[in-house]
C-alpha cells in the first residue's frame, strides 16, 4: 500500500481510498494507458493480470459514465480497482495494447452503454442486434411497452404518447422446443 502512495509523483491521481479493505486509485482518462501499463510493468506491482471491466452508469453526475479495472498482482497477492470517469462524449483510450484480454469487455462496454474507446481494433456490437439503437445498461433506456407516459406541462396533466421503438419485440414459442 505504501507504494500505491507514490504513484502519484509518476502520473496524476485524482482519488486514492485508503480507508477501506480495498486498494482503489482514480485516474484521468487522459492517463489511463500510462497508469496501467506502469502497474503492470513495474517491478514493486506486477499487475500483469486484468481481470474485469465494468462500466457503470451514474444518470444525473457530471460525469455520467465510469470504467473500472480490476486488476491482480499474483506475485503480490494484491487486487486494485483503477477507476475512470468520463462524461456522454468523452472518449476512453483503448488499453488492448496493455491487457489483450480488455477487447471482449471493451466492446460490451461501448455495446451496453455506449461509452467510445479510442484506437480500439473491431469495435463493433457484441450482445445486441446490428440494426439495435440505443444503449440498454444505461439507466433512462426505455424498459418495455409501446405507450410512455410524460407528464404535460401546459395541461397539467399526464398525458400517453405512443413510444417508437426501432425493433419490434421478439415472439417465443416455447411450446414446441422438442419437435
Known sequence: MNNLIKLGTLFPIIKQDLNSNENVIIVSCK???SALMFLKLHTNFQYKLLTCISGVDYIGCKY?????YEILSLRNNNRLRVKVFVNEITPV???????VNSNWWEREIWDLYGIYFNYH????RILTDYGFEG???RKDFPLFGYIDLQYDLNSK????QSLELSQDFRKFNFGL???
Open 157 to 160: 396533466m399526464i398525458t400517453l
Open 64 to 68: 455520467r459514465f465510469g470504467v473500472i
Open 135 to 137: 444503449y440498454p445498461m
Open 121 to 124: 481494433p473491431d469495435l463493433r
Open 177 to 179: 422446443l422438442w419437435q
Open 93 to 99: 483510450d483503448s488499453v488492448i495494447n496493455v491487457y
Open 31 to 33: 492517463h489511463i494507458i
